[in-house]
């Protein structure tokens, strides 16, 4: 006799600017870019994309590749997010 599956409670999760694209509890990576007192910079704003990413690591390394140039453009610190919880920042982006 097959043992019991339990059901599927993850959400499933549409993207907003791809709504044919759906996905079962996937959460997207982003990093908020901050001004130096600590406000949120919208990206559009300077210019720059930021991409959501489907996994900390590739987060991580598209700003190891991009913060210079952030930097360059006024950001000061940021912050990287899982959806909407903070997994950490802010984190300062000018070299010690």
């Known amino acids: 006799m097959p043992l019991p599956v339990a059901p599927d409670t993850r959400a499933a999760i549409t993207c ?6 759906t996905s079962l509890g996937a959460m997207t990576w982003t ?8 406000a ?3 990206p559009a704003t300077l210019g720059v994309e930021v991409p959501g990413a489907d996994n900390q ?6 700003l190891g590749e991009n913060w210079r140039d952030l930097l ?18 802010p984190m300062g982006l000018a070299p010690a």
């Open 16 to 21: 907003r600017s791809r709504p044919d694209v």
């Open 31 to 38: 990093w908020r870019l901050e001004d130096p007192d600590g």
């Open 40 to 42: 949120t910079i919208d």
């Open 57 to 62: 690591g590739d987060a991580e390394s598209w």
């Open 72 to 89: 360059g453009r006024g950001v000061a610190t940021v912050s990287l997010f899982e959806g909407d919880r903070k997994a950490y920042g």
